[in-house]
C-alpha cells in the first residue's frame, strides 16, 4: 500500500509540491503519494489529530501554518524552534516532529549556482519575513559574519537577528538606507513577496548603487525572472531565482521522510515543465 504524504497550506491550488514529490517517487519506484490539503486555519488543529489519525507519513507546511503549527507538534528541531517556523513535519514514534529546511534549502541552492565559501561575503537580506529568518540563520550558522537586513517594518528587522545562536554582525536598515549603500554588499537576497504574481512590476527598492558583479538571489519562482532580477541582471548582477531553494527544500524533506536521495536535477525540470518557465541562471 502506498504511503500518505502532502503540504498543507492555505490556499494550496497553485503548489508545485505534490508534482514534484510524485514524480520524485515514480523515479525511485517508492510506494509514495503526495497530496496538497487546503487547510484553513481555523481547521489547523483538527486537520493535525487527524492526519495522525488516518496515518499521514510526513508533510509540508506552508503559508499561513508555518509558525502557528508550533504548538500542535510533539517535538520541534532546535533550528526550526530558534526560527520559529516549521516547513517539513515527520512521523517518528507516534510522534509529530518538525523542522525548517528553508535555510538550507536555499544555502544548497546558493552553492550550486554561484560558491560554497561565503564566510567573507557582505550580505543584505531585503525582508524580515519568516523566509528570511530561516535564511538568516542558516547564514550565520555557516560562518557569514555580516549580514544586514532592511525591511518595510524596521522593528521586524531589528528583531529578526535577536535569538540567533550564531554570531554575525547586523544592521537594521530601512529600505531607503540599504538602497544608498548598495555598493556594500556582495551578495543581496530578495526575500520579500514583492514582485510575484500578479503584481509582477513591483520592486522592493532600486538598485542603481549596485556595484556589477554582485551575486542578487530573489527567492520567488513565479514569475521566473521577477523585475527585480531582470534589472540586477541589466546592471551587470549575476542572478538566480528561488526554484532552486523551493527544489531543495523539497528534497531535503522528501530525504527525511523516506531516507533517500531524490535526483533534484529532475525536480527541477518538473517544475519548470509544470510552470512553463527556464532557468534564469544557467
Ligand atoms: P512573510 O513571513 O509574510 O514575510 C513577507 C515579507 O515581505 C516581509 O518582510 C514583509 O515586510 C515584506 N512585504 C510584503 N509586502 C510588502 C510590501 N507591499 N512592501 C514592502 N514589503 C513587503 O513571508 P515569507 O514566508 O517570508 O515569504 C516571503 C516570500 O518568499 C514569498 O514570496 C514566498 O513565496 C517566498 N518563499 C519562497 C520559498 C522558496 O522555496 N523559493 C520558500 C519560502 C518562501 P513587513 O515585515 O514590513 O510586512
Known amino acids: ?18 508534482v514534484m514529490h510524485n514524480d520524485a517517487f515514480t523515479a525511485l519506484e517508492l510506494p509514495g503519494y503526495y497530496h496538497a490539503f487546503n487547510i484553513k486555519p481555523e481547521d489547523l488543529e483538527a486537520a493535525i489529530k487527524g492526519m495522525k489519525a488516518i496515518g499521514i507519513a510526513g508533510f509540508n507546511v506552508t ?15 532546535p533550528l526550526a524552534e530558534a526560527i520559529g517556523a516549521v516547513n517539513t513535519v515527520i512521523l517518528k514514534d507516534g510522534k509529530w516532529i518538525g523542522f525548517n529546511t528553508d535555510g538550507h534549502g536555499f544555502m544548497s541552492a546558493l552553492k550550486q549556482d ?12 531585503v525582508g524580515a519575513g ?3 529568518k530561516a535564511i538568516y540563520y542558516t547564514l550565520a550558522s555557516e560562518g557569514v559574519l555580516s549580514i544586514d537586513i532592511c525591511n518595510r517594518t524596521l522593528e521586524r ?6 535569538g540567533c545562536p550564531f554570531p ?6 530601512s529600505l531607503l538606507e540599504a538602497e544608498s549603500s548598495l555598493d556594500q554588499y ?16 513591483d ?6 548603487k549596485m556595484k556589477p558583479g554582485t551575486f542578487v538571489s530573489d527567492i520567488i519562482y513565479n514569475p521566473f525572472k521577477t523585475t527585480f532580477l531582470q534589472q540586477a541582471q541589466e546592471k551587470g548582477a549575476l542572478i538566480q531565482n528561488g526554484l532552486g531553494m523551493f527544489v531543495y527544500q523539497g528534497a531535503l524533506a522528501f530525504e527525511k521522510w523516506t531516507g533517500l536521495t531524490p535526483d533534484t536535477e529532475r525536480m527541477r525540470k518538473i517544475v519548470i515543465k509544470q510552470l512553463g518557465g527556464y532557468d534564469v541562471n544557467r
Open 114 to 125: 554561484w560558491k560554497s565559501d561565503l564566510q567573507k561575503e557582505k550580505v543584505l537580506l
Open 186 to 201: 556582495t551578495l543581496i537576497i530578495q526575500t520579500t513577496s514583492i514582485g510575484m504574481s500578479p503584481k509582477v512590476k
Open 1 to 18: 500500500m502506498k504511503k500518505l504524504y502532502g503540504v498543507i497550506g492555505h490556499p494550496i491550488a497553485h503548489s508545485m509540491s505534490p
Open 157 to 162: 528587522g531589528e528583531h529578526l537577528a535577536a
Open 63 to 77: 503559508i499561513p501554518h508555518k509558525s502557528t503549527i508550533i504548538p500542535l507538534l510533539d517535538e520541534i528541531a
Open 168 to 173: 554575525a554582525e547586523t544592521n537594521a536598515l
Open 130 to 132: 519568516g523566509a528570511a
Open 203 to 208: 520592486t522592493p527598492l532600486s538598485l542603481n
